[in-house]
């Protein structure tokens, strides 16, 4: 026999190589999703490998819509979203990826139900308090100002160390006349962060509104300030 039919042979009687499994996929999918973007391509290979292998995994349908949702289709990211809610309804993960998606789309109102889910799902502040404020951004830019105050609120309840959810609280009280209320969430914001010149500007603002122009000097000169250190 010929040393090229011997090698032949041989290969011919070695084992087949290992089938991965459907956990191997997902780890891969997870790993090669954190390579933006070189490598979303052969991660969402990867996920739809572990999809081929057990349909009723909804983690790996979440993967898949991440990925999809990064590469911008969003429809085909909602879709799968939803597939991952079919199997898992109680998956807060899931709807977040979903909400998102509708936000692309612009479907608010359905983004805004989405949220909802979120909400009403989990309470860990990873996922609802994102939720909450993104609920707050689409009520303002819909001008469903007490609906949006009722968000931000929200939110603060969750995590009330935030900063921008106070400002956010000002901006919406601004809108609804209620400036003494304002003052006092701009005021909470910038005990919070005291750095921040956009927010002494706000209090400065609402007390201009307020006719408190002595105290409104002393904002904007604040402001001033901060901006002066931070560009020098």
Known sequence: MS????LTSQADELPPAPQKTKEQWLDEGNLLSFYAPIRYEEGLAAYEQ???LDATDAQAYIGKGDILYDLKRYEEAL????????????SAEAYDGKAISLVFLNREEEALA?????IRLDDDPGYSYPAYMNSTTILARLS?????LAACEG???LVPTYAFAHVSKGWLLERLARYEEALAAYQEA???EPNDAGIWRSIGDVLTTLARPQEAQQAYEKARQLDSEEQA
């Open 144 to 148: 469903r100002y007490e609906e949006a």
């Open 79 to 90: 879709l799968t979203y939803e597939q991952a809610i079919a199997l898992d309804p109680t």
């Open 190 to 192: 910038s005990r919070l």
């Open 114 to 118: 989405a949220y909802e889910h979120v």
């Open 50 to 52: 572990a999809i081929s």
């Open 3 to 6: 040393e090229e039919n011997h």
């Open 155 to 157: 939110a603060i309840r």
